[in-house]
């Protein structure tokens, strides 16, 4: 049985094994990934799939400014343990993703994506043709999804990150010197 739920701080290093494992190491040098650099995903849209306490699965949502027309998310990456390739794992995660966000009152979501796989859950190329990433992306994978119509009816211009920047984490040996000239 494979259970949905909040990522945990516990997950990360899982996380990042799949990930690597889906995407590779090309994945740090796409667009979307310089607007997530630095930010923690939006609040209570991290979701991990488990089975058997294994992460299998991972779908995040991050905050932006979809140009002139205000708030968005960002989703991705989603991925899914090559293993359990087609059988619905993604469309959980993303039903998930998507309601939840729905039901936390965001308006819209872009990603950078296969266009007919997305398209299932409402994502168009249309929604988003008025705005750009601050990077080199592939226009046809742009796609945009509206949680309340017309949120990005009028959307143009430059998608930025908006989200709550991450924690500066301190190597260990300079946190304890830290902490001795502290004292």
Not at 72 to 93: C, E, F, I, N, T
Request: glycine letters at 10%.
């Amino acid at each position: 049985m494979i259970q949905i739920r909040d990522e945990h701080a516990v997950d990360v290093s899982a996380r990042e094994r799949l990930l690597d494992a889906c995407f590779g190491a090309s994945r740090f040098a796409k667009t979307s990934e310089r607007l997530r650099e630095g930010r923690l995903p939006a609040r209570r849209l991290a979701f991990s799939a488990t089975r058997r306490g294994r992460l299998v699965g991972t779908v995040r949502l991050w905050n932006v400014a979809a140009g002139e027309a205000g708030d968005a998310l960002l989703l991705g990456p989603l991925a899914v343990d090559p293993a359990l390739h087609g059988q619905g794992l993604g469309k959980v995660l993303m039903h998930a993703a998507l309601g939840r966000a729905e039901a936390l009152g965001h308006a819209a979501v872009l990603l950078v994506g296969d266009a007919p796989y997305y398209a299932r859950f409402g994502f168009s190329q249309a929604l988003a043709e008025g705005l750009c990433l601050p990077g080199p992306f592939a226009r046809e994978r742009f796609l945009g999804l509206e949680l309340r119509a017309g949120a990005l009816a009028d959307a143009a211009g430059l998608v930025r990150a908006t989200g709550a920047r991450a924690p500066v984490e301190i190597a260990p040996a300079f946190a304890a010197e830290a902490r001795r000239q502290a004292a």
